[in-house]
């Protein structure tokens, strides 16, 4: 039951009824480790650190399933959410300022939902997440920004790879979930 252990002493097999696991599994245990370190790293051993490592750890799980399935859950915003206005409320001074980021960005996202379809619902309410970590416009421009950049940066490597066509479709979750991290540690 240890990650990234389990999964090399268990050969990448369930303990209980041996069926495979994905190495995707694997590639995630170790990536959120690695994250969790650079955490520590840069906020010492403390609340805000441990609330931090819970945003990036779920936000890490958003980007990762909307990757591999294109989908981003409710639930999973929901944890996201609960774990971002603890944030805010704790360490942060108050959730009330970046309300208005949170709406901007989310209304930024439904516009592109809507007239465009380029974004999914599921995006809307990310970015609408995404917004709240911001502690100011400028917080809000580099977390907007970010996202962005980073997806025309891998659509024009997987365009010139041949993996992708201008007619194929990109998660878009992958990029605000990397936004999210590199704010909160690079910050």
């Known amino acids: 039951m240890v990650p990234v252990f389990s999964y090399i002493f268990l050969r990448g097999s369930c303990s209980s009824c041996g069926e495979k696991i994905g190495r995707e599994n694997f590639y995630i245990e170790v990536l959120t480790s690695l994250l969790a370190l650079l955490v520590f ?3 010492k051993i403390s609340l805000e650190a441990l609330i931090i490592i819970f945003i990036v750890i779920v936000a890490s799980f958003i980007g ?6 294109g989908y981003i859950y409710n639930l999973d915003l929901f944890i996201l959410l609960f774990f971002v206005i603890i944030y805010k409320i704790f360490i942060s001074g108050g959730v009330l ?4 980021f949170s709406l901007a960005m989310g209304l930024i996202f439904f516009l592109l939902y809507y007239f465009t379809g380029m974004m999914g619902l599921g995006d809307v309410y990310y970015a609408f997440i995404m917004g709240l970590v911001a502690n100011n416009l400028f917080d809000a421009f580099l977390l907007f920004r970010d996202s962005f950049i980073i997806a025309g ?3 024009l490597i997987l365009l010139l790879l041949k993996k992708k ?7 878009f979750g992958p990029f605000m979930t ?3 991290i590199i704010f909160f540690i690079c910050r």
């Open 41 to 43: 790293i840069r906020y």
């Open 64 to 69: 990762a399933l909307d990757y591999k399935t």
């Open 97 to 100: 300022a970046s309300i208005k």
């Open 153 to 155: 940066i891998v659509s």
């Open 165 to 171: 066509t201008l007619k194929d479709s990109i998660s």
């Open 178 to 180: 990397t936004a999210i």
